[in-house]
């Protein structure tokens, strides 16, 4: 029996590393493997513009600093380490008639636990191989802080910190317009005295420093006080489901600094497919029997998303 159990651990060992494997070259292509276009704003006879990004195992939509790793800027603005580098690209089209200008940003969490003048910020532009200095994030060639980068103008739907890290235009009439850049964010060498600290404060599961990244043209901007009603709500289209399975759904508001993003969640037949709110604005679908069922969103103006669930037999072939 003992022999029996020592087995087994050996396999689990060899199977985690394997994983480990699998995961991180997973992650070291994940560029290339995986994109997801997040259509930030149709502006119907103007244009359209995106941000386009790659997931990874560090970061979704921006960077989150979970450890507390002191680096200095000169390794880190040549660094390609997943931890700290982020990649994504804008793409647009514009009218023959109407520029679009833009602007990129930064909203920290309001759960982002270390001071603004610990978190470094570094944002280069690619043109082929090569990284060009962008003017926003550095003085002098040298990465700034989140502290001292200039406070955007639009605010966010929580009013949490944004700060603009670089400013663009699609020219008129531009049908394939698109610009590469490479983001790094890091905890400045400057805390290594605080370390201790720091890490006394911190509260369990409170990310270091957590930033998503946004884009806006001026059709978005929001005002102190202003309100934006939502004028259309996205949702994820689900896979299909087997009965005791889960999925998350997300939903994406238009425009996207509409200022009251609760939703409401219905399912019409919670028998087949429940739905549970989380605390991050998306949704738990459980599946329960077979079915179909139609998961509802709206907004608090009123505004409606429907999608259909199915859940099927994994030991009946697709008709």
């Not at 960077?63 to 507390?68: A, E, H, S, Y």
């Not at 005791?244 to 409401?264: H, K, S, V, Y």
């Not at 991050?280 to 459980?286: E, F, P, R």
């Not at 077979?290 to 998303?305: F, H, K, M, P, W």
Request: charged fraction near 20%; glycine fraction near 4%.
């Amino acid at each position: 029996m003992v022999q029996r159990d020592s087995s087994i651990q050996i396999l689990l060992s060899i199977l985690g590393v394997i994983s480990l494997i699998l995961v991180t070259v997973g992650v070291s292509f994940a560029f290339f493997t995986y994109e997801q276009e997040v259509q930030i704003e149709n502006y119907g006879n103007k244009g359209k513009i995106s941000l386009i990004y790659a997931k990874n195992m560090f970061s979704e939509q921006g960077i989150r600093i979970d450890t507390l790793e002191p680096v200095d800027d000169l390794s880190i603005k040549t660094s390609n380490d997943s931890k700290y580098v982020f990649d994504f690209r804008i793409v647009g089209t514009s009218s023959a008639t109407f520029e679009i200008p833009y602007e990129i940003t930064l909203r920290k969490s309001e759960l982002s636990f270390l001071d603004e003048n610990f978190v470094k910020v570094y944002l280069t532009e690619i043109d082929g191989e090569e990284e060009v200095d962008t003017p926003f994030t550095t003085t002098l060639q040298q990465p700034k802080t989140f502290q001292v980068l200039t406070q955007t103008g639009m605010i966010s739907a929580n009013e949490e910190i944004e700060k603009t890290i670089y400013k663009g235009l699609i020219p008129a009439n531009q049908k394939n317009y698109e610009k590469k850049f490479r983001l790094r964010l890091w905890v400045s060498s400057d805390a290594i005295p605080m370390m201790e600290n720091l890490l006394l404060q911190k509260k369990e599961n409170q990310p270091f420093f957590d930033v998503k990244l946004n884009v806006y043209s001026e059709a978005t901007t929001v005002t102190q006080g202003e309100t934006v009603e939502a004028t259309a709500i996205t949702l994820d289209a689900p896979a299909p489901m087997v009965v005791n399975g889960t999925q998350t759904i997300r939903a994406t508001f238009t425009p996207i600094t509409t200022t009251n993003q609760t939703l409401t969640w219905t399912s019409s037949q919670p028998e087949v497919v429940s739905i549970l709110p989380q605390a991050d604005g998306t949704a738990l679908l459980t599946a329960h029997s077979l079915g179909t069922a139609v998961i509802q969103a709206t907004s608090q103006n009123g505004v409606c998303q429907n999608i259909s669930v199915t859940v099927i037999d994994p030991n009946q072939p697709v008709s």
